[in-house]
């Protein structure tokens, strides 16, 4: 019935593929399919399709049926499939009929994907511990979380701070989702990538013949903006003569473009962000205070990783289910060791170096069921390797080792601290540190 | 096609409407009248049930005898359990027709038991004593 060659295409593709006759019973079905419903195609040759699929929709939404019905191909439709074994695989459908030479239908095929990546992303996403695309169930990201849906009336400028990779951009999408301007445009400039002259024209726009390069009228990006919200990327880069210009529009709405004497109102919300202390900055002079009250009417801190601990076995588990799904690979789980290590390192790059390591991982994995300690990058496991086998002495070594190293981040690296606690002098624990380091 | 659906779907009275159409287009449609008989049953037509019944055990009683209970995900097992468990005790005529009719789909020494219940008083009694014969026949050979 399936020409030889038909049948090896089928057979290469990654998509579960079978196909009907008239009467809805098998004439074919591919390697994938037989794979992931983990049923022997050979036994359901001939057999009604509903006793190799066994979905919920065979009985009211036939895919095929509703083709023949409304004469629309089946795309991306979501159901249930059953194993033999009882489990239920959620996947993706897309369903077409065969036609013959007459355009008479003669049967149907349908095509259908594993969807459990995409479900179990999905679950997670409308957990509690998921706010607009944030991951977090610290008490200090719930607190963050309850802020922004409590801004979510106001107009107000907001100041985001953090260090670099917690995710500050993540949390100006947030307000802006949650607020009223969400349907207004959105317009994000990155303060710290354009030198002065330029970063001017793009915030404010120019008129033709206002500079070399300007060969027609441009829109700044605050015009763009109008009506909605403009998101202010590390601020603290933007110079001081930038910074007067910003302060007029947040103190007026008003503009000029560069060349031009025409004066412009806007209405436009400003959110603003940052990595660097800016009242440290105001002491330097390299930031207006006038500029900081301004932008800091809602001030929301994203604390390191490092400072909320429940958050980052969640996001490591959210992130391998994000590669799990890229890279398909199945990574259920995580190696205690390598877990001990994740939980334990700084991460001063924050939730953008976790997501890293976690994808670095899944880049160097051997094995598919579990993210194991020899897959991380090595900068964040320098004592232990994953396959040495320790004796005695270096497990009691690595003991030591570990509670020293634990005490002294619990303890901000207060050496005098952690020697007290421990009973020992001072000059022990850094000999200690020393012998560690030197591994 | 749509027909054969909606049999599947346990939809007896939107498949007899399609199915109708089909054999009414296309009398050799052997796998459609099989299930129209069901149809007919299953919409209390038993008149237009035994008719095509007797047809098509004329013409090829292998076609119903083949029938796989499960491959073909055959309906015959799951109304004979429901009949079973509704209708305790006596069953009239018609019950009996409709049990020898649906047996056969899977298991024609039953179905000719049924068949040969039925009182002389039916109205598809000479029907019936036709299709016992052919049955009879047909076991002979299965034999």
């Given at each position: 019935m399936i020409h030889k060659y038909s049948r090896y295409i089928l057979d290469s593709l990654a998509e579960g593929v079978y196909v009907v006759d008239k009467e809805f019973k098998i004439l074919f079905i591919n390697k994938a399919a037989e794979q992931l419903l983990g049923k022997p195609r050979k036994g359901f040759i001939g057999a009604v399709c509903t006793t190799f699929c066994r979905s919920e929709i065979c009985?009211?939404?036939?895919?095929?049926?509703?083709?023949?019905?409304?004469?629309q191909n089946v795309i991306d439709l979501e159901t249930v499939y059953t194993t033999p074994k009882g489990e239920s695989i959620p996947v993706k459908i897309n369903a077409s009929l065969l036609l013959d030479d007459d355009l008479t239908p003669i049967g149907g095929i349908v095509s259908f994907r594993d969807d459990r990546a995409n479900k179990s992303l999905e679950k997670l996403i409308k957990s509690d511990s998921h706010f607009h695309g944030i991951i977090g169930k610290s008490p200090v990201m719930k607190e963050i979380f309850k802020t922004i849906e409590e801004i979510s009336d106001s107009d107000a400028s907001v100041l985001i701070t953090g260090e670099t990779g917690v995710g500050k951009e993540l949390i100006a999408n947030a307000i802006q989702e949650t607020s009223q301007r969400v349907d207004k445009p959105f317009v994000k400039i990155n303060c710290a990538v354009l030198p002065e002259n330029l970063l001017a024209s793009e915030l404010f726009g120019h008129v033709k013949g206002a500079f070399t390069d300007a060969v027609k009228d441009r829109k700044g990006r605050f015009e763009v903006a109008d009506g909605g919200t403009i998101f202010l990327d590390e601020i603290g880069?933007?110079?001081?003569?930038?910074?007067?210009?910003?302060?007029?529009?947040?103190?007026?709405?008003t503009f000029e473009r560069i060349g031009e004497s025409t004066t412009y109102k806007v209405n436009v919300?400003?959110?603003?962000?940052?990595?660097?202390n800016l009242e440290e900055a105001i002491k330097q002079k390299k930031f207006r205070e006038d500029?900081?009250?301004?932008?800091?009417v809602i001030p929301i801190t994203v604390p390191p990783l490092r400072e909320r601990e429940s958050d980052i076995l969640l996001l490591t588990e959210f992130f391998i289910e994000k590669y799990s799904h890229k890279y398909k690979?199945?990574?259920?789980?995580?190696?205690?060791?390598?877990?001990?290590?994740?939980l334990n390192y700084d991460w001063p790059g924050n939730v953008r170096e976790l997501e890293n390591a976690v994808e670095y991982s899944f880049i160097r994995a051997k094995t598919t069921d579990s993210l194991c300690l020899c897959c991380l990058p090595p900068h964040i496991r320098p004592v232990?390797?994953?396959?040495?086998?320790?004796?005695?002495?270096?497990?009691e070594i690595d003991e030591r080792a570990e509670e020293l190293l634990t005490l002294l981040r619990k303890n901000h690296w207060n050496k005098s601290k952690v020697a007290k606690i421990l009973g020992v002098d001072r000059s022990t624990v850094y000999r200690r540190l020393k012998s560690i380091n030197s591994k | 096609m749509l027909g054969n659906q909606y049999f599947i779907a346990r939809r007896y009275a939107d498949a007899l409407n399609e199915l109708e159409k089909a054999v009414q287009k296309n009398p050799s449609l052997k796998s459609a009248r099989k299930k129209l008989i069901i149809c007919y049953l299953q919409t209390s037509q038993l008149n237009n049930a035994v008719n095509e019944f007797y047809k098509l055990v004329d013409e090829d009683v292998e076609l119903i005898l083949n029938t796989d209970p499960i491959r073909d995900d055959c309906p015959c097992p799951d109304?004979?359990?429901k009949m079973d468990q509704e209708i305790t005790g006596y069953h009239n005529d018609d019950e009996i027709i409709k049990l020898g009719i649906l047996w056969l789909y899977c298991e024609?020494?039953?179905s000719l038991k049924y068949f040969e219940k039925v009182s002389p008083q039916s109205e598809y009694y000479n029907l019936v004593d036709r299709i016992i014969i052919k049955l009879q026949q047909a076991l002979k050979t299965l034999n």
């Open positions: 009985d009211y939404a036939c895919p095929i049926s509703k083709i023949l019905l409304t004469g880069e933007m110079p001081l003569n930038m910074q007067i210009q910003l302060l007029r529009i947040l103190q007026e709405g919300r400003v959110i603003a962000a940052t990595n660097k500029l900081f009250y301004r932008l800091n690979k199945s990574m259920k789980e995580i190696d205690p060791d390598a877990l001990e290590v994740i232990k390797k994953c396959s040495e086998k320790l004796n005695s002495r270096q497990i | 109304i004979i359990h024609i020494e039953k």
